[in-house]
């Protein structure tokens, strides 16, 4: 399937956004760890979140979490210190994305993991059963979810969990997140050192719980409006949270520089609420910022960036490379159908200092990635028509993006 994207000239529209995936992935694990009983309210709808909601109720012989790198490492981490016994696989591409190190981790604790393949990547075998727990260590300058996985599962060992994180930690507000959500649910876990968290063997508890509005799909709404023309524009976004515990609400600040105002509509604290974007000037030269807690919304600024004719130096993205697909490649190539050449640096860096090259035709692939159909698709209000490439990819984190561009004012037409 292939859309044709025209942009409207004005926005003024109200959104209401998914639910957070990284919140209601975490949530349906603590969940599960508690005991079960009523599920928590909004759960995001995104392929992520289904499919581990799929395999904590039907705990199938053989989970397919399909493309799902966050349940990956959550339902790795659960099922090893479950009494169960499961076969977890995915896509051709998840069989590419390492999960060693957590899978090092849990063996060291007494799992029973075994690769059915290449060693160290998809799919495993795990006989699940209780784990004593105890100290480990892990890098920490890998990813975040196999931290997180290893945390959620530590109120359930034994002995607890002592977690040391050996080298530069990377994503530290999801580490915070988890943490956070584990608090919520009555357990006991805090740093004790600058790079080691404690979890106490204390259970979780029932309760009632509600996902927020998800700050990762908001920023799509701040680019376009940042490359939107018409300066009276403005977007209103409903379900987020003032002082979010997401990473990514980190978006309101670096679109400030972008010219984008952010107002909330209330500010009690713990409550959702509608935040109003407005266009201010924006007289930014160039823009450099580290991506290492936020990686995810590296390529919506990158092409923000490049349609507004910002250069930029942007490090911290060595995790782009082990995503859905190797996103500072795709970036690269993608961008350089608007004559856009990107250059990069260490596999952790992406540079644009303004240079052009020959354009082509704005057809654009998504690389079965989430992020590049999202994050691409508002270029056209600055570049004009373009087409968009399989763009039911977005289904994995914001399902209703296309219907809330149409209701935006932009014009989608299918082609077969």
Known sequence: MQYHISAPTKIDTTIALPASKSISNRAMIIHALSGGGTLPDNLSDCDDTEVIRHALEHSPQTV???????????????????????????????KQRPIGPL???????????????????????IRGRQLDGGHVEIPGNVSSQYISALLMIGPALKNGL?????????????????????????AEADWSEADTVSVRPKPYTRRAYTIESDWSSASYWYEMLALCGDSESSIRLTGLYDGSKQGDSVVKYIFSLLGIKTVFESKEEGCPTTVTLRKTPCMLPRLDYD??????????????????????RFTGL???????????EALKAELRKFGIALTDENRDTLCW??????????????????????????????????????????SKSYPRYWDDLRKAGFIINERP
């Open 64 to 94: 397919d979490i399909k493309a799902a790198g966050t349940a990956m490492r959550f339902l790795t981490a659960y099922f090893a210190a479950t009494p169960c016994e499961h076969t977890i696989t995915g896509t051709e591409r998840m």
């Open 103 to 125: 899978v090092d981790a849990l063996r060291f604790l007494g799992a029973d993991i075994e690769y059915l393949e290449e060693e160290g990547f998809p799919p495993l075998h």
């Open 353 to 394: 200092e303004g240079e052009r090259c020959e354009p082509s035709a704005p057809v654009f692939v998504t690389y079965e990635d989430h992020r590049m159909a999202l994050s691409l698709a508002p270029a056209c209000l600055m570049a004009g028509d373009i087409y968009i490439n399989n763009p039911e990819v977005v």
């Open 162 to 186: 002592e977690l040391k994180m050996t080298g530069e930690i990377v994503s530290r507000p999801y580490i915070e997140l988890t943490l956070w959500m584990m608090r919520e649910f009555g």
């Open 318 to 328: 060595a995790s782009l490379r082990i995503k859905e697909t190797d996103r500072i």
């Open 291 to 312: 991506f290492i807690s936020s990686p995810d919304l590296a390529q919506t600024v990158v092409v923000t960036c490049v349609m507004l004719d910002i250069p930029f």
